[in-house]
């Protein structure tokens, strides 16, 4: 044996089990394939048609195209109306306002309410030592003091001095 060439394959259990399980499929293909005909892969006997090539000039399509002109005449950059995000308050009266009003309305239906309701001025203000509209040629102030020259018995110097002596318009001087 050594001295021929035959190489052996290598035998173990293996290599018989692969033998055994090759012989018993082909063993049992002959015998699922009895009686069957197998043909072989049709094929076409008559030569395929030549592709279609490229046409000279594209297909004109069957609706009318517009050309799209993009409108580019006024520049509207920066012109939006941008919203705030936060929404403004319902109310901006305090709610501590908001129930004064409403226990004063009720106190005035009531006929509760002592106090005098404000008023606002209609036209000049009127003197309260002569009755007449306090105009500025006869009627003077000095400080929160009123001079009437209908009804004030000095005249208005006189009675600017006796104000300065008082010591009315002191701080203003010094400044
Ligand atoms: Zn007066």
Redesign the pocket.
């Known amino acids: 044996m050594t001295n021929t060439s035959i190489q052996l394959p290598e035998l173990n259990q293996r290599t018989i089990l692969n033998w055994y399980k090759n012989d018993e499929t082909r063993m049992e293909r002959a015998v699922l394939r009895q009686g069957i005909r197998i043909h072989d892969a049709a094929t076409a006997t008559d030569d395929l048609p030549q592709g279609q090539g490229k046409p000279a000039a594209l297909p004109t399509p069957k609706v009318q195209l517009e050309k799209f002109v993009p409108n580019m005449s006024d520049n509207t950059f920066g012109t939006a109306k941008i919203r705030s995000a936060a929404a403004p308050p319902a109310s901006s009266i305090p709610r501590s306002t908001l129930s004064y009003r409403k226990r004063r309305s009720v106190e005035e239906t009531a006929g509760m309410c002592s106090r005098k309701k404000y008023a606002p001025r209609t036209g000049p203000p009127i003197?309260?030592?002569?009755?007449?509209p306090?105009n500025t040629d006869?009627?003077k102030q000095f400080y929160g003091n009123q001079f009437?020259?209908?009804?004030s018995n000095v005249s208005h110097d006189v009675w600017l001095n006796e104000l300065k002596k008082k010591g009315y318009g002191r701080r203003a001087a010094r400044k």
Do not use: E, L, N, Q
Not at 148 to 151: D, E, N, R, V
């Open positions: 003197c309260s030592k002569c009755g007449s306090r006869s009627h009437c020259a209908a009804t």
